[in-house]
């Protein structure tokens, strides 16, 4: 959809329109989401864990502009003993906004990928605008926060939308300028809601650029079939120990010896824009593609992320 620019975009039931206000009646027809192992609460650490430092990632950019015709979706992923923002693009039904279609499907639904998981609800109301200055209004109806969850997962979870909110404004093109890009998030019509009781929301939000994940894969996508070679492509932070990948074949649901691997980023360094590609060729089957980091003269593998495929 074009942008509009210099002015507010307003979605009601589905159609769009340009004034001052906004509401869209959406469905809540989709059961909830649980968290890993029915945990409410951020995981608690382990006695190997709590000693291994994880770099954050320094600059959460935003999506290009129509790099991919699918809605972005971000969740929650548990990495050790932290959790961090990761990002899905997914075929979404269209809503008559990018930014409510992104956000109905993050309250509502479930992440493609098993290892993510998500604590909001699905919320009987939906509305989304986006002023001159790049603000992003989201509306949305009070039984969003129906679960119970601690502030840690309040905090990672309000991030959550504000990442995906951004997201689908950026890849949609419809920010305008070169202004950072906040999201405003209203609650039944009125700001300063104390979301699950725990984060106050009476500001504008940026993206904080530590929740999002230190290394994670974007393409292959999770359970995606590809011709080979393979095109990787993710993102990484700077570890001390450099960053890297494997691959494996999977044969009824076991990850087998690694048939490949390589180096995402050598020790203390950082590729441009903090991205990374790679090809590898693979003769057709199921496979699990591993990222990770490490710390410097250290082996262990920390905030590993993974995504199982098939080569036709």
């Not at 693009?89 to 956000?103: E, I, K, R």
Request: include cysteine; hydrophobic fraction near 40%; glycine fraction near 8%.
């Amino acid at each position: 959809m074009p942008s509009l620019k210099g002015r507010a975009r307003i979605v009601i039931a589905g159609t769009v329109a340009t004034g001052t206000v906004l509401l869209a009646a959406v469905g809540c027809s989709i059961s909830d989401s649980t968290l890993p192992g029915g945990q409410s609460s951020m995981p608690t650490k382990s006695s190997t864990s709590a000693s291994v430092a994880v770099p954050t990632a320094t600059d959460a950019k935003l999506e290009d502009l129509g790099v991919n015709q699918l809605s972005p979706v971000y969740w929650l992923g548990e990495n050790g003993d932290n959790v961090f923002l990761y990002r899905e693009f997914l075929p979404v039904a269209d809503q008559g906004d990018p930014v409510v279609t992104s956000v109905k499907h993050m309250l509502e639904a479930e992440p493609a990928d098993p290892d993510y998981f998500n604590v909001w609800s699905s919320a009987k109301r939906i509305g989304a605008t986006i002023s001159a200055e790049n603000v992003i209004t989201v509306d949305i109806s009070s039984d969003a926060f129906d679960k119970s969850v601690d502030k840690g997962l309040a905090e990672r979870s309000i991030q959550q939308l504000v990442y995906t909110a951004t997201a689908a404004a950026a890849n949609s093109g419809l920010l305008t300028g070169k202004q950072k890009p906040t999201v405003s998030i209203v609650v039944d019509g009125r700001q300063g809601y104390n979301a699950w009781g725990l984060v106050k929301l009476d500001r504008p939000l940026a993206r904080t650029d530590s929740m999002r994940a230190p290394v994670w894969l974007i393409d292959p996508s999770e359970a995606s079939s590809y011709g080979s070679p393979i095109k990787a492509f993710g993102v990484t932070s700077k570890f001390s120990g450099g960053s890297f990948y494997s691959v494996a074949p999977v044969n009824n649901g076991t990850v087998g010896a690694q048939v490949a691997d390589g180096v995402l980023a050598e020790p203390d360094q950082l590729p441009k824009d903090g991205e990374f590609r790679f090809e590898v060729t693979l003769k057709p089957g199921t496979y699990q593609l591993s990222v990770w980091g490490q710390n410097k003269d250290s082996d262990i593998h920390i905030a590993t992320d993974t995504k199982t495929f098939t080569v036709r």
